[in-house]
């Protein structure tokens, strides 16, 4: 196998970024894919505005296309925290400097699409894969599942086909495949903030909003035309959930008492509501993720995670990254190793982020809004500026590093437990500027460093 | 509706007496299967020997058949455990009178599959259902997936499929559906011990005979012509598994090594090893396992598990007269009420038993060859005969009661931490029959009565 003819399955963002990696190599590239053209619809307005962070941006690097994506995101520094009938306040992400970057799925996955097309990468849309035959690398097309389908054969198949994904569901029928899916009981849907009549952004466009409220909560996140989509995060059923608000009356008094001030910003709330899908929220996971050295599953196909940190395509784009390493690592020539190194490498980190994520909806929904919370924050980044080899935290070390996902589930217990720790000393609340608090939290970690 | 038109997708044991069950009640009953009739074929030798006990007998006396199948099983009262290089010895399971009972599934499924004919079920065999139609209880079915297929149209439909279930398969392509399937790194091999020349069996009948070897282990239980089935459960991969035992002589040498005694009663070994497949090991779960008052999940389709507790027929069979129960009280037109209950009621002690069958490996190839082991049950017998309403053991619960599987899991765990801290006494070898060590025993479980 000289160069491979490869396919890869599934034309969304790890699709389209994974497909620039493999024409950087001169490999044959044909991306199927059965929806439209993205560039050539509406967008359906289903989809969570991405927060692209430091390993999103190093995939993109790497690629060649960092400059060529940079200009439609748009820098989030700091949590904005609006607490009901309390102060507004705001926590930074990271140090100076450090931001997160609000990026529209559909438009960033247009200009992926431009950039794979300019490569040499071919892309059939509308062309359905109902079949794949794993141990020959062959896929089956065609218009309907039980009609007339048409043969291709590759070398390799990539599947990044998302949570759903027909190469994974085509594994997950083998013996000793481990699958599983798991909803949460809590949904999301997407609302919308227009831009004011300015054209511009009507509360701080350097934020991400929160809007915790316990069991569930609002945000939203600026575009670049000056509005901002919004995302209700909410139980299916139980007391405040989507069963209930059913009808405009409803939803209006459930938003006057919850989100009051967002209610003269948001005018098309009732109708985005009755009008926006009830989604559901899956994280799944799967193993092997590779068959052979014929057909691999990259991203979401193989680790859909919860939305809550902020890393789903984070994550896709740097198995790409990874995988990348790998067949340099390696050579070209290896794919069995490659494979198996690939799965091996990524399988822990992408169990790690997915545990994370999980856990994030109860720190945005409910511990953002909690004073003793804030300032446990507090210590831990005064901490880690005097110390900054001592301490990462672990927001930071998820979304402003390159380091194991794996690591950053690993060190965060340890640090968690020794702010519970710090927390319930008595009085922290007047005490947590002095020396000893930071001398406590030094010996505690040096203690740790000593012990492993 | 007023009497319902059943179908039932799936001939095996579960199906067969979930379709009496319901004749019963005058239904229409059709059971679809895509094999053929398994009183027609010989049988593939694949599957484990069956061990019947209270759960199974139970469901099948509710059902009128007790006494048409209870011929068919050899009582096996005790754990025959032959350790290598040691004087073998004996467990009893349970209190005098009571035993599990070998079976053969094939044997028995054509029994049950004939008392289902003759209560007016029809069976279609060789009817593949390809396809439901979940929302109003349709089944397609036709010669091949991509080829014609024929409607069938029922009020309700349950799932009976086992492990791999198409029914399920379908409810799982649905959003907010939990499904995992995980495999044991623990395969099995069938293969067998012939009647000596009597026609008799050359070991005793009356037991379950257990070689365990720490990582893997053999098994074998009786059958009524004077044979044994044997399972070899070892691990797929790595130093003692079936990755290493690819060829006659290295299977000998093996058997030589670990199973000598065996050596002379397994003539067909080395054929038997080379021709049967080696299977793998699944543990499913899923919920929701009913959708509206039309499709319904029993036994292995809603919670296939391992085989090590001897309790996945049994536990499907539960499913029914706990179904059955459940008809009875909510009457037999209001079936989304039903479902509902059944599958609230039933999920935990799936879980339960699955989570119990998954431990019990361990105890079995590991456990029953350590000394301190046989002691504690030694001890756990005693306190218990002394004290039957303070300390049903773990295993009759599970096995020589009708009592909740979720009960025995965590009433079991109480039990194991109070052995632990009993077994832990210094000396306990030879002060264990001693009363101080019974009252021990007493305060400790009287003391979390009086908590609880």
Same mark, same amino acid.
């Given at each position: 196998?000289?160069?491979?003819?490869?396919?890869?399955?599934?034309?969304?963002?790890?699709?389209?970024?994974?497909?620039?990696?493999?024409?950087?190599?001169? @490999?044959?590239?044909?991306?199927?894919?059965?929806?439209?053209?993205?560039?050539?619809?509406?967008?359906?307005?289903?989809?969570?505005?991405?927060?692209?962070?430091?390993?999103?941006?190093?995939?993109?690097?790497? &690629?060649?296309?960092?400059?060529?994506?940079?200009?439609?995101?748009?820098?989030?520094?700091?949590?904005?925290?609006?607490?009901?009938?309390?102060?507004?306040?705001?926590?930074? @992400?990271?140090?100076?400097?450090?931001?997160?970057?609000?990026?529209?799925?559909?438009?960033?996955?247009?200009?992926?699409?431009?950039?794979?097309?300019?490569?040499?990468?071919?892309?059939?849309?509308?062309?359905?894969?109902?079949?794949?035959?794993?141990?020959?690398?062959?896929? @089956?097309?065609?218009?309907?599942?039980?009609?007339?389908?048409?043969?291709?054969?590759?070398?390799?198949?990539?599947? =990044?086909?998302?949570?759903?994904?027909?190469? /994974?569901?085509?594994?997950?029928?083998?013996?000793?495949?481990?699958?599983?899916?798991?909803?949460?009981?809590?949904?999301?849907?997407?609302?919308?903030?227009?831009?004011?009549?300015?054209?511009?952004?009507?509360?701080?466009?350097?934020?991400?909003?929160?809007?915790?409220?316990?069991?569930?909560?609002?945000?939203?996140?600026?575009?670049?035309?000056?509005?901002?989509? =919004?995302?209700?995060?909410?139980?299916?059923?139980?007391?405040?959930?989507?069963?209930?608000?059913?009808?405009?009356?409803?939803?209006?008094?459930?938003?006057?008492? @919850?989100?009051?001030?967002?209610?003269?910003?948001?005018?098309?709330?009732? !109708?985005?509501?009755?009008?926006?899908?009830?989604?559901?929220?899956?994280?799944?996971? =799967?193993?092997?993720?590779?068959?052979?050295?014929?057909?691999?599953?990259?991203?979401?196909?193989?680790?859909?995670?919860?939305?809550?940190?902020?890393?789903?395509?984070?994550?896709?784009?740097?198995?790409?990254?990874?995988? !990348?390493?790998?067949?340099?690592?390696?050579?070209?020539?290896?794919?069995?190793?490659?494979?198996?190194?690939?799965?091996?490498?990524?399988?822990?980190? &992408?169990?790690?982020?997915?545990?994370?994520?999980? /856990?994030?909806?109860?720190?945005?929904?409910?511990?953002?809004?909690?004073?003793?919370?804030?300032?446990?924050?507090?210590?831990?980044?005064?901490?880690?500026?005097?110390?900054?080899?001592?301490?990462?935290? +672990?927001?930071?070390?998820?979304?402003?590093?390159?380091?194991?996902?794996?690591?950053? +589930?690993?060190?965060?217990?340890?640090?968690?437990?020794?702010?519970? !720790?710090?927390?319930?000393?008595?009085?922290?609340?007047?005490?947590?500027?002095?020396?000893?608090?930071?001398?406590?939290?030094?010996?505690?970690?040096?203690?740790?460093?000593?012990?492993?």
């Amino acid at each position: 196998m000289k160069q491979p003819n490869i396919a890869i399955v599934g034309s969304g963002l790890v699709g389209s970024l994974l497909a620039i990696y493999l024409r950087k190599r001169k @490999y044959t590239v044909t991306v199927f894919d059965r929806r439209p053209d993205i560039r050539k619809i509406q967008f359906s307005g289903r989809s969570i505005n991405l927060a692209m962070s430091v390993r999103g941006w190093n995939a993109l690097e790497k &690629a060649g296309i960092r400059n060529a994506v940079e200009n439609l995101g748009i820098p989030m520094d700091k949590r904005f925290i609006h607490v009901n009938n309390k102060k507004d306040y705001t926590q930074n @992400y990271g140090k100076d400097g450090e931001a997160i970057y609000s990026i529209s799925r559909g438009v960033l996955n247009r200009k992926m699409i431009d950039l794979a097309e300019q490569a040499g990468v071919i892309f059939k849309f509308e062309e359905k894969v109902w079949d794949v035959n794993l141990s020959e690398a062959k896929l @089956y097309t065609g218009e309907t599942e039980k009609g007339a389908w048409k043969e291709h054969k590759f070398d390799i198949i990539f599947g =990044c086909d998302g949570a759903f994904s027909r190469v /994974r569901h085509k594994m997950q029928r083998r013996s000793r495949f481990d699958y599983s899916q798991d909803f949460l009981d809590t949904g999301y849907k997407e609302l919308s903030i227009p831009p004011g009549k300015d054209g511009k952004h009507v509360i701080d466009a350097t934020s991400l909003h929160i809007w915790p409220r316990g069991k569930f909560m609002l945000i939203a996140l600026p575009n670049l035309d000056g509005s901002f989509t =919004c995302t209700l995060f909410m139980p299916h059923e139980g007391e405040n959930s989507f069963s209930k608000l059913t009808s405009s009356k409803s939803v209006f008094e459930f938003w006057k008492k @919850y989100f009051p001030d967002t209610l003269s910003i948001m005018p098309t709330l009732l !109708d985005d509501f009755s009008n926006n899908p009830t989604s559901a929220l899956v994280t799944t996971k =799967c193993f092997p993720w590779t068959y052979w050295d014929k057909v691999a599953l990259v991203g979401d196909s193989a680790h859909a995670i919860v939305p809550f940190y902020g890393q789903g395509m984070n994550a896709g784009f740097e198995d790409v990254f990874i995988l !990348d390493q790998i067949i340099e690592k390696f050579g070209d020539q290896n794919w069995q190793t490659i494979f198996e190194e690939y799965q091996i490498s990524r399988k822990p980190n &992408a169990d790690a982020i997915a545990e994370l994520s999980y /856990r994030n909806f109860m720190e945005m929904s409910s511990k953002t809004a909690v004073p003793l919370f804030i300032l446990q924050k507090k210590i831990e980044k005064k901490f880690s500026l005097a110390y900054p080899n001592l301490w990462i935290p +672990l927001y930071s070390r998820v979304t402003f590093s390159n380091k194991p996902y794996a690591d950053a +589930l690993q060190i965060g217990d340890i640090q968690e437990t020794i702010m519970q !720790d710090i927390m319930s000393i008595p009085d922290i609340e007047s005490k947590w500027d002095s020396d000893i608090i930071m001398n406590k939290i030094k010996t505690r970690i040096e203690k740790l460093q000593t012990v492993n």
